[in-house]
């Protein structure tokens, strides 16, 4: 089992920056793909970003392109993603997701942390 952990959301100024962390624990994520998913009330979850378990495929939503960053530190077991230019419409709850590329597959989900972005 895998357990996720989301942090650094918060509530920041249009223009700002954040940087949210994606911890987990229970097993070390250097055989995971890590995704990083949002959620807006009334909205579908969407892709936001994704990195290859060794750092090598990295892969953005194009809302995010050239605003975005992610980024892992397999050493401290935790997945990060830079958010610089926030808008307003980046406000939603992020998740992070760790799917494992062994046959299994096994995939896990963190409980998400609020990015709030005001005009």
């Known amino acids: 089992q895998v357990q996720l952990a989301e942090s650094g959301g918060g509530l920041v100024q249009a223009g700002g920056s954040l940087r949210l962390s994606c911890a987990a624990s229970?097993?070390?994520?250097?055989?995971?793909?890590v995704a990083w998913f949002r959620q807006a009330p009334g909205n579908e979850r969407e892709f936001v970003a994704r990195?290859?378990?060794?750092?090598?495929?990295?892969n953005y939503a194009d809302s995010v392109k050239g605003r975005f960053t992610i980024s892992r530190e397999n050493a401290k077991n935790t997945v990060y993603l830079q958010m610089n230019t926030l808008k307003p419409e980046d406000t939603a709850t992020y998740y992070c997701?760790?799917?494992?590329?062994?046959?299994?597959?096994?995939?896990?989900w963190g409980q998400g942390t609020q990015v709030t972005v005001s005009s």
């Open positions: 997701k760790a799917q494992s590329i062994m046959a299994t597959g096994d995939v896990y």
């Open positions: 990195i290859s378990w060794n750092g090598n495929n990295i």
């Open positions: 229970g097993r070390t994520l250097r055989m995971y793909d």
